[in-house]
T-cell receptor, first 112, second 112 residues
Framework: GNSVTQMEGPVTLSEEAFLTINCTYT??????LFWYVQYPGEGLQLLLK?????DKGSNKGFEATYRKETTSFHLEKGSVQVSDSAVYFC???????????FGAGTTVTVRA | EPEVTQTPSHQVTQMGQEVILRCVPI?????FYWYRQILGQKVEFLVS????????KSEIFDDQFSVERPDGSNFTLKIRSTKLEDSAMYFC??????????FGPGTRLLVL
């Protein structure tokens, strides 16, 4: 079956630091990969996605590249802000299995 | 920008009571989903719904659960006889095609 493994948190950073959250996956078929973000007290928001190998998803300064050879989809941001404090979830769907499979989530706290 | 809405935002109920969680998906979307997140755990898939019938359900989605699209806009999740372990955040999601899912803000259910 499908599964997603995310780096464990929590992660605490200073403003303007570089953020990386590792995500690897196992999947049947050809997965589409997603990052969702959950800000405090809110629901899940789609942050970015990539639907085929070597695609790069980007949004709000965040980027992630679909690496089929390493089955990875690591999230990066070059300079974080306090407003980026949230829980980040890596997730996937795959061919013939359209339910989302989520990673455990990584809590990121950015300090001023 | 269109969004998924959910009501109520919080629900407290007694064990054994029935609850109905309501969702209004994005209007042109055809696929609907329920997920839940028990505190501190992964987001888990419950059920997907398309063309007025369940297309897939997880092991969690037992006979206590049911879903319905009673009219052209609402999508509901009913729990017939709530248990303590049903306490969780319940998320509704919708998608236009079987790919990118957009989530509502969630309903926090507490069973006492």
């Amino acid at each position: 079956g499908n599964s997603v493994t995310q780096m464990e948190g929590p992660v605490t950073l200073s403003e303007e630091a570089f953020l990386t959250i590792n995500c690897t996956y196992t999947a049947t078929g050809y997965p589409s990969l997603f990052w969702y973000v959950q800000y405090p007290g809110e629901g899940l928001q789609l942050l970015l996605k990539a639907t085929k190998a070597d695609d790069k998803g980007s949004n709000k300064g965040f980027e992630a590249t679909y690496r089929k050879e390493t089955t990875s989809f690591h999230l990066e941001k070059g300079s974080v802000q306090v407003s980026d404090s949230a829980v980040y979830f890596c997730a996937l769907t795959s061919t013939n299995d359209y339910k989302l499979s989520f990673g455990a989530g990584t809590t990121v706290t950015v300090r001023a | 920008e269109p969004e998924v809405t959910q009501t109520p935002s919080h629900q407290v109920t007694q064990m054994g009571q029935e609850v109905i969680l309501r969702c209004v998906p994005i209007s042109n979307h055809l696929y609907f989903y329920w997920y839940r997140q028990i505190l501190g755990q992964k987001v888990e898939f419950l059920v997907s719904f398309y063309n007025n019938e369940i297309s897939e359900k997880s092991e969690i989605f037992d006979d206590q659960f049911s879903v319905e699209r009673p009219d052209g806009s609402n999508f509901t999740l009913k729990i017939r006889s709530t248990k303590l372990e049903d306490s969780a955040m319940y998320f509704c999601a919708s998608s236009e095609y079987q790919e990118t899912q957009y989530f509502g803000p969630g309903t926090r259910l507490l069973v006492l």
